[in-house]
């Protein structure tokens, strides 16, 4: 059974950091495309970055040069650094994982609030 799991979401101040974490059972985890994605209320999921297997990544324009997303393949984890956050990466993050088969599998998310 695959598993997703998210932490580290929670309050914090416009411009202050958050380091998310996704933790992964039940999938090879290194053959996963792995990504995180956030959504607000009423309106639709957006990706927010993505990481490969091998390591190659690409950000939404919306967060690059504040977000970076990294893996750790051993341990079977995606992590999001958060930095320079703003008012509009209020969302519920979710973790996301592809399949070499296309199958998809969602964490049950994590809120994350950044106010002014």
């Known amino acids: 059974q695959v598993q997703l799991v998210e932490s580290g979401g929670g309050l914090v101040q416009a411009g202050g950091s958050l380091r998310l974490s996704c933790a992964a059972s039940?999938?090879?985890?290194?053959?996963?495309?792995m990504a995180w994605y956030r959504q607000v209320p009423g309106k639709q999921r957006e990706l927010v970055a993505t990481i490969t297997g091998g390591g190659n990544i690409n950000y939404a324009d919306s967060v690059k040069g504040r977000f970076t997303i990294s893996r750790d393949n051993a341990k079977n984890t995606v992590a999001l650094q958060m930095n320079s956050l703003k008012p509009e990466d209020t969302a519920v993050y979710y973790c996301?994982?592809?399949?070499?088969?296309?199958?998809?599998?969602w964490g049950k998310g994590t809120l994350v609030t950044v106010s002014e």
């Open positions: 039940g999938v090879i985890f290194r053959s996963n495309v």
């Open positions: 996301n994982a592809i399949s070499p088969y296309g199958l998809a599998y």
